[in-house]
C-alpha cells in the first residue's frame, strides 16, 4: 500500500521568508509525528497529533513553527520568517492508535529544507 | 527523560563479516526499543523493535537484536553483512511523555566493504 508521502522532496528558500511542508500520512493511521534531522542535532521530535485530541507542540524550537492536521489526515508544517538554521531534513510519521503505546512509526521521505 | 546512546560514529565491516550496531538505553519502567535504517536520501525504515518477551528479537533484512537488561543494551546484529547493508542506523526509545514520540540515538554509519 501507499506509504507516507511528503512534499516537496527539496526546498530552497531565501532566510526571512515563509514555508509550508506537507504530509500525507498512511491512510488509517491516526497518530503524526513531525521530527527534524540536522547535522549536529540529530533526530528531534517537533510535534504530535492523535486523532481530534490538542497537539503536543512541546518540541517546536520556536513560535515561528506551527503545523495543523486537517481533517485527521494531511498535516501541513509551517515555518514563518525562515532563518539559515531552520535548514534540515523534516521528516513526518504516523502510526496506527490501537490503544497501545508500542507502535511503531512509518516515515516518509522528507523534506530538505535549504535557508540561503 | 528516556534516552538511548550510540557510542561509535562509524562501524566498517568486511562482507560477509558479522556486523553488530551499539546502542545502550536509559529508562524508567519497561523500555520499548526500536531500530531503524535510513539510506540515503531516504526516510527512516522500521527494522525491529523489542517490547517485551524474547530477548532475541527478529527483524527485516535478516537483521535481529538482543535486549540484554542487565547492560541497558539493544545491539543491532547480522550474521553476515551485504553491500547493501551501508547505511545510517538509528536507535530509539518511545519516550513516556504520553505522546509515545521516539527519543532517537545519534544513528551510526555502517560501512559494508566489498
Known amino acids: 500500500g501507499a506509504g507516507v508521502s511528503q512534499s516537496p522532496s527539496n526546498k530552497v528558500t531565501e532566510k526571512g521568508k515563509d514555508v509550508e511542508l506537507r504530509c500525507d500520512p498512511i491512510s488509517g493511521h491516526t497518530a503524526l509525528y513531525w521530527y527534524r534531522q540536522s547535522l549536529g542535532q540529530g533526530l528531534e521530535f517537533l510535534i504530535y497529533f492523535q486523532g481530534n485530541s490538542a497537539p503536543d507542540k512541546s518540541g517546536l524550537p520556536s513560535d515561528r513553527f506551527s503545523a495543523e492536521r486537517t481533517g485527521g489526515s494531511v498535516s501541513t508544517l509551517t515555518i514563518q520568517r525562515t532563518q539559515q538554521e531552520d535548514s534540515a531534513v523534516y521528516l513526518c510519521?504516523?502510526?496506527?492508535?490501537?490503544?497501545?503505546?508500542?507502535?511503531?512509526?512509518?516515515f516518509g521521505p522528507g523534506t530538505r529544507l535549504t535557508v540561503l | 527523560a528516556q534516552s538511548v546512546a550510540q557510542p561509535e560514529d562509524q562501524v566498517n565491516v568486511a562482507e560477509g563479516n558479522p556486523l553488530t550496531v551499539k546502542c545502550t538505553y536509559s529508562?524508567?519502567?519497561?523500555?520499548?526499543l526500536f531500530w531503524y535504517v535510513q539510506y540515503p536520501n531516504r526516510g527512516l525504515q522500521f527494522l525491529l523493535k523489542?517490547?517485551?518477551?524474547?530477548?532475541l528479537v527478529k527483524g527485516s533484512y535478516g537483521f535481529e537484536a538482543e535486549f540484554n537488561k542487565s547492560q541497558t543494551s539493544f545491539h543491532l546484529k547480522k550474521p553476515s553483512a551485504l553491500v547493501s547493508d551501508s547505511a545510517l542506523y538509528f536507535c530509539a526509545v518511545r519516550d513516556m511523555g504520553g505522546n509515545n514520540r521516539l527519543a532517537f540515538g545519534k544513528g551510526n554509519q555502517v560501512v559494508v566493504i566489498p
Open positions: 529508562v524508567s519502567g519497561n523500555p520499548y
Open positions: 523489542y517490547i517485551t518477551g524474547d530477548n
Open positions: 510519521a504516523s502510526s496506527p492508535y490501537t490503544g497501545v503505546s508500542y507502535n511503531e512509526q512509518f
